[in-house]
């Protein structure tokens, strides 16, 4: 189920580009996943393990990508962490719903995100109590 916190707390990582950077794993770049994410969002095509190719920028390499899909990426890869998700903008939303569904992820946030229909369950990261999301963004910011 997905966690949220609002705000940043001490376990969040909200440098998502430079943490990215170092921890990224070259096979990452090999799933069907991430390359899925990458093209939806940034309408780039990966080409593992190192070159994506961009229809703005032409041939960037895989740290050139959005920090949107880089913190998608990690908490697709690194599920036991929490990472910041106000570096994602609203067209990231339905994929952090979707690893919600699938996995136990925690973000945080600092601003409403727009996820479509924003009624559904999650866990406050700070009491641990199921709430719907639109209550408690609304009670927190």
């Known amino acids: 189920m997905l966690t949220i916190r609002a705000g940043l707390s001490e376990d969040t990582i909200d440098g998502i580009d430079s943490y990215f950077q170092f921890e990224y794993e070259d096979e990452w770049f090999h ?9 939806d969002i940034d309408h780039s095509v990966v080409e593992p393990p190192h070159k994506v190719v961009s229809p703005v920028l032409g041939d960037i390499p895989v740290l050139g990508i959005s920090t949107g899909v880089k913190a998608l990426i990690l908490m697709y890869k690194e599920p036991e962490n929490e990472f910041w998700a106000t570096a994602c903008g609203d067209n990231c939303a339905k994929w952090i719903k979707r690893f919600g569904d699938e996995l136990n992820i925690t973000i945080s946030l600092e601003h409403f ?5 924003n009624r559904f ?3 406050d990261a700070d009491t641990g109590e199921v709430t719907d999301y639109y209550d408690f963004m609304i009670e927190k910011l």
């Not at 799933?31 to 093209?39: H, Q, R």
């Not at 995100?113 to 229909?117: K, L, N, S, T, V």
């Open 31 to 39: 799933d069907p996943l991430v390359k899925e994410m990458v093209l």
């Open 121 to 123: 369950p999650c866990i």
């Open 113 to 117: 995100m727009d996820f479509g229909d």
